[in-house]
């Protein structure tokens, strides 16, 4: 197989304002027309990655290249080859699906003559061309979150940020999204997608977990949730609340977490249940189910924070 270019390369990337350390130590790379996830919860430095990475903020230290280009030598060569859908992706919402799609085009330097056809490209691509006259303001969200897409890529981007694109769409409109996503990287285009919804990251052939700034682990989603596999278990108990508490006093249970009313247990080792069963049963807890579980991507970000808290605690005692 012909080994293929980088899209992205971030080395030692980090940012701060002030003392605060938004992203730290930064390192990964993007094959080009590969999907790579950037998964975390609120403020883990995902937004100001991007940034970065769009040319838009310069970073503090370290080094990024873009589609060849580094960052902050050459951030405006960076802007106008990327597309971006930002967090707060703005249309204008008194113009039609067509006249944002033109603004964008043309913002982006699209000559006129080329411009119609490119126009009609994009309305059947993002599945719009039924609403071309549509006010903005009356789409649904979904439709916006297409619109926005065909914005951000009206000038043919070789690479695409996406920050929570897919942010407050139903499970169905979120496929649909995901799948555009995949069939523009099938053609070779690169992706760089941050989101809050796990099950997202399972379209990325490469997923970075970031926590407080930090890349805390960088692998396939297989390979993640390989990491916890064969000792995650759950349990369905009738006091869910007091087993967790109980349940997080046990050597042999490394983490303990609460799924609406589900608990899952993830042993030290893949060691015997029976031992958390009779601890239940002595506190008077009813185990109506325990079952093993094949780790989420959610289960493995809870268990590698947990992971990295243990090893701050550690540091902190010697
Ligand atoms: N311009 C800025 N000045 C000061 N602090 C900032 C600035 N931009 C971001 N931060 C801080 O850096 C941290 C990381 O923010 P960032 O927006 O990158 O997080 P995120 O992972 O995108 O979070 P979210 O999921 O909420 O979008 C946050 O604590 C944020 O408050
Ligand atoms: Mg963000």
Redesign the pocket.
Known sequence: MPIKELAVSAEHLSRH?GS?H?VQDVNFHIPEGEIFGLL?????????TIRMLCGILPPSRGEATVLGFNVRSHPEQVKKRIGYMS?LFSLYNDLTVEENIRFYASIYGLQSKVQNGRVEELLKEVDLAAFRRERTANLSGAWRQRLALACAIAHRPRMLFLD?ATAGVDPLARKEFWDLIYRMASQGVSILA?T?YMDEAEYCNMIGM?HEGSLIALDTPDAMRARIGGNLFQLTVDRPLAAEELLRTLPVVKEVSLHGVLLHVQMKTASDTRALRRKLHASGIHVADLTEIEPSLEDVFISLVDEQDQHKIQTRKD
């Open positions: 304002f605060f938004a975390g919860p609120n403020g883990a430095g995902k937004t100001t967090q929570e941050t809050h970031m």
